[in-house]
């Protein structure tokens, strides 16, 4: 009987007459291809079409929609109270959506072990189920690319197939799952910095208007809210009470087994699975809001991405908008608007968002109202950089295991095989120059990238993330982004000569903005492989600035902006419209 291993187990070794792997994701990258030349087996290799990747998000949806009314409902029972749908889609519907297709990605793929069909042993680490629960969702997008969670989670799919023999491993403690505490606290209680922070936060907490975790300069912010007669608050996670978590609590949680069969998997595991922030702490926090804020509500909430880090937060706009508060969420990504699959922030934001507020495009909600990039505003324009020595590849976060929009580990695979063939196709001059800068949470989510980059490309210079990418420019005389972030958005912004390569495969683009797309692609701006990308290099390497100048490519750079990353004379003076107005309608 082979054994079935399901996630990726540093250290182990097996014989590999002895293994079946679920997917490419238990493997290191180098590992994938010589795993398909020898005795073992490895399944789920093939990438999903997009058309089977659109289904797949679609359901997702649907189930989602579904379960989020019965959610609503049994909280409400749990915690005697009479919160609206919009309340409780406020507080849990992003780590909803995250974590249903997190859930489908993995059940979709454990049905390939039904296909092989000879039996195949699962070692299970016999964890309870409380030990896999995440305290808040910030927790969850952490744990969720774990090897244990991973574990967990194959497990519950795995159970019950009929060729699946489940052999009892090891118990593992309950602190080998925490994996996740939040930021560390660099200040001491009472140093300045924080004694500073109490003052301006008593005084915000006050005021009309708060702005917080807004995504513009500090200066900026503190611009914009001195307009609106505010200034910004500093956001502290509530003080619990001594509540003590009570494990049977969370027993009275319960959803209607309803739908197709993933769904009703779903539903039970939903009660099992979610955070501790919305069930057993869920008191804890409204009362250490309350005593934090008191009843005082202000007009308006303004903020970028404090909604998606922080339940306590989340909870208190719900709360205040019980009281009518309104709610405005800025873009906080450049994927927003371009991507073909809609990062579940993006659906998010625009669910639950009195105003949402995108850089320049514009989704089909009438609560919907284009603003300037935020990222790009009071930042200096880069001058001449063709003297500059350096190529700064700019790359983004992998993942291990299926997340949204990448749905199939099998991109990340895709992803860094094409980086390391852009590096070693460029000509020796501009390779011995190139700094590959990593994500500054690359080490979160796939903690192999930094190796990676070592032992492929030496010669590389390969920044952790924690350079200011401002000065990585400045060395620099040409950027290359390998995804659609915020980066290809501030340099075109700034006047920084950047290319894109973005392969279709890993980053497929919106119906609506492939024309730019195709215009961009002609005139080099755009590539979907590396060879197109090296080449182009290549060629304007010794001429970079003159290509950067010419009419037609600052004609679509300035285009893309336009849509996606809107300038304007006088940023400030919008937002404070746009706030006012909303928080009077």
Not at 547 to 561: G, K, N
Not at 578 to 583: D, E, L, Q, R
């Amino acid at each position: 009987m082979r054994r079935l291993i399901t996630t990726f187990e540093v250290g182990a070794n097996y014989p590999d007459s002895d293994i079946v792997y679920l997917g490419p994701w238990c493997l290191e990258n180098s590992q994938v291809n010589a795993a398909l030349l020898s005795s073992s087996i490895c399944l789920n290799l093939s990438n999903p079409s997009m058309g089977e990747r659109l289904r797949r998000v679609l359901h997702a949806d649907q189930v989602a929609e579904r379960i989020a009314v019965d959610l609503a409902n049994s909280l409400n029972a749990l915690h005697k109270t009479e919160h609206d749908l919009l309340y409780w889609q406020t507080c849990t519907g992003y780590w909803l959506t995250t974590f249903l297709d997190s859930l489908y990605d993995r059940w979709v793929n454990a049905q390939l072990v039904n296909d092989y069909g000879k039996e195949l042993s699962l070692e299970t680490f016999f964890a309870s189920d409380s030990d896999a629960i995440p305290n808040t969702t910030s927790e969850f997008n952490l744990l969720s690319q774990t090897e244990k969670w991973n574990r967990f989670i194959f497990e519950q799919v795995l159970n019950n197939v009929e060729n699946v023999k489940i052999v009892i491993g090891q118990k593992l403690r309950s602190d080998e799952l925490t994996i996740y505490e939040g930021p560390p606290n660099l200040q001491t209680p009472n140093s300045l910095k924080q004694k500073m922070r109490r003052v301006i936060n008593a005084i915000a907490k006050r005021c009309p208007y708060v702005l917080c975790t807004t995504y513009l300069p500090k200066r900026a912010e503190w611009k914009l809210a001195l307009m609106l007669g505010s200034i910004p608050l500093y956001w502290v996670e509530p003080t619990r009470s001594q509540q003590v978590d009570s494990p049977s609590f969370r027993e009275h949680l319960a959803l209607p087994i309803t739908g197709d069969e993933f769904e009703r998997f779903a539903r039970k595991l939903i009660c099992k699975q979610i955070p501790r922030s919305f069930v057993e702490r869920y008191a804890s926090i409204r009362s250490g809001i309350t005593r934090s804020f008191g009843r005082k509500y202000p007009r308006a909430i303004f903020t970028s991405n404090l909604h998606l880090s922080s339940d306590s937060f989340s909870i208190w706009t719900a709360e205040a908008r019980n009281h009518g508060c309104k709610l405005l969420i800025s873009q906080h990504g450049g994927l927003n608007g371009q991507g073909l699959f809609p990062t579940r922030g993006e659906t998010h934001e625009s669910r639950i968002a009195d105003c949402h507020l995108p850089w320049g495009w514009k989704d089909e909600s009438e609560r919907s109202k284009n603003v300037p990039a935020l990222i790009n505003v009071g930042r200096e324009v880069f001058g001449d950089q063709s003297e500059a020595p350096k190529l700064l590849l700019v790359t983004d976060c992998t993942y291990r295991y299926g997340r949204q929009p990448w749905m199939s580990s099998i991109d990340n695979q895709i992803y860094l095989t094409n980086l390391q063939a852009l590096v070693e196709q460029l000509p020796k001059e501009i390779y011995r120059q190139t700094i590959v800068r990593l994500h500054h949470h690359y080490a979160e989510y796939d903690y192999s990238q930094l190796l990676h980059w070592s032992s492929t490309q030496p010669e590389t210079v390969t920044d952790n993330g924690s350079t200011p990418i401002d000065e990585l420019r400045h060395m620099s005389r040409l950027a290359i982004c390998t995804t659609l972030g915020t980066s290809e958005i501030e340099q075109y912004a700034r006047n920084f000569p950047t290319v894109l390569m973005l392969d279709p495969q890993t980053h497929p683009i919106r119906e609506n903005c492939q024309n730019l797309f195709s215009k961009m692609q002609s005139v080099g701006l755009v590539h979907e492989s590396p060879k197109s990308a090296s080449e182009h290099i290549a060629n304007i390497w010794s001429d970079s600035n003159n290509w950067w100048l010419q009419d037609e490519i600052q004609t679509l750079v300035a285009e893309y902006l336009y849509r996606f990353g809107r300038k304007d004379k006088h940023p400030l003076r919008e937002l404070k419209r746009v706030i006012t107005s909303v928080s009077k309608s």
